[in-house]
């Protein structure tokens, strides 16, 4: 069955950077756009970057355009989110989630999600 597995969340000081990523397995990765989307404590999910199949488009929330790189390895199945620049406002449950197309935002399964904190 699909499974994706996030890791690499913390503390960081604004300013800082913090690298997550989500390990895929239980279908072709590479036939599947991935996007990353957060849930900041009361607020409701927020939609933050996402890249096609094959790695060629990526796109982002214009709250951090700028900041923040997504990046895949189909020959590992990881999706990255490289997060720089960071603010108190990044603190949120950051999660995974794969596309039902090679270029859909929309989105079928997500994974458990990784917690970022965003503080001094």
């Known amino acids: 069955q699909v499974q994706l597995v996030e890791s690499g969340g913390g503390l960081a000081q604004p300013g800082g950077s913090l690298r997550l990523s989500c390990a895929a397995s239980?279908?072709?990765?590479?036939?599947?756009?991935m996007s990353w989307a957060r849930q900041a404590p009361g607020k409701g999910l927020e939609w933050v970057s996402g890249i096609y199949s094959d790695g060629s488009d990526t796109y982002y929330a214009d709250s951090v355009k700028g900041r923040f790189t997504i990046s895949r390895d189909n020959a590992k199945n990881t999706v990255y989110l490289q997060m720089n620049s960071l603010k108190p406002e990044d603190t949120a449950l950051y999660y995974c989630?794969?596309?039902?197309?090679?270029?859909?935002?929309?989105?079928?399964?997500w994974g458990q999600g990784t917690q970022v904190t965003v503080s001094s």
């Open positions: 989630a794969k596309g039902v197309g090679r270029s859909s935002w929309k989105y079928d399964y």
């Open positions: 239980g279908f072709t990765f590479s036939s599947y756009a």
